[in-house]
């Protein structure tokens, strides 16, 4: 019974060396390594104010509210480069190198159309031309994400800068 309890000993001896030794090993300073988190899809909640100027034919937009969450929008709400009647507007989401990460097209949202029929059953079509209005807007983004660009494009093509900042996410 003493030589098993000799050879337990040593062996347990043997562990406790070896633990001790792993522990008295340098440890690499925080400071010298780079954590790569991971980037989760999240939806940037957004709402716009545009403002026209009728009388100086300016337009104008700015951020009135964000609020970033995680989560992942569905296909459908993505940029889809379809013609667009009339002027249309384009936001979008650019990383540090000016690159999209995620934009949207719709229609200018400073013109309405309102169809109705009247009290003779005949289909009648109204075009109201606002002078400000708020665009509340869902995009995709990631931590990448650091500026936004709003842009109006005319029938032919023409693209016209209405925004560009910094957003703090």
Same mark, same amino acid.
């Given at each position: ?5 000799l ?7 043997t562990?406790?060396s070896?633990c ?13 390594i780079?954590l790569?988190l991971p980037?989760?899809p999240?939806?940037?909640y957004?709402?716009?104010?545009a403002?026209?100027?009728?009388v ?11 609020? /970033?969450? *995680?989560?992942q929008?569905k +296909?459908?709400?993505?940029?889809? $480069?379809? @013609? !667009?009647?009339?002027? =249309?507007w384009?936001?979008?989401?650019l ?6 990460v995620?934009?949207?097209r ?7 159309v ?12 109204t075009?109201i ?8 807007l ?6 990448? /994400?650091? *500026?936004i660009?709003?842009? +109006?494009i005319?029938?032919?093509n $023409?693209e @016209? !800068?209405?925004l560009? =900042?910094?957003?703090?996410?």
């Amino acid at each position: 019974m003493n030589k098993s309890l000799l050879k337990y000993t040593a062996i347990l001896l043997t562990v406790i060396s070896l633990c001790a030794n792993a522990c008295q090993r340098k440890a690499v300073p925080a400071a010298n390594i780079e954590l790569q988190l991971p980037s989760f899809p999240q939806i940037l909640y957004l709402t716009l104010e545009a403002k026209r100027d009728t009388v100086q034919g300016t337009t104008t937009a700015t951020i009135i509210q964000q609020q /970033v969450s *995680n989560g992942q929008l569905k +296909e459908a709400t993505v940029l889809k $480069k379809d @013609k !667009l009647d009339g002027v =249309s507007w384009e936001v979008h989401l650019l990383d540090a190198k000016k690159k999209t990460v995620s934009a949207v097209r719709f229609t200018d949202p400073l013109v309405q159309v309102h169809e109705y029929t009247n009290d003779k059953g005949e289909f009648i079509k109204t075009t109201i031309k606002l002078t400000r209005v708020e665009i509340p807007l869902r995009m995709s983004c990631n931590n990448s /994400v650091k *500026n936004i660009q709003v842009k +109006e494009i005319s029938d032919s093509n $023409k693209e @016209k !800068l209405i925004l560009f =900042s910094n957003l703090n996410l």
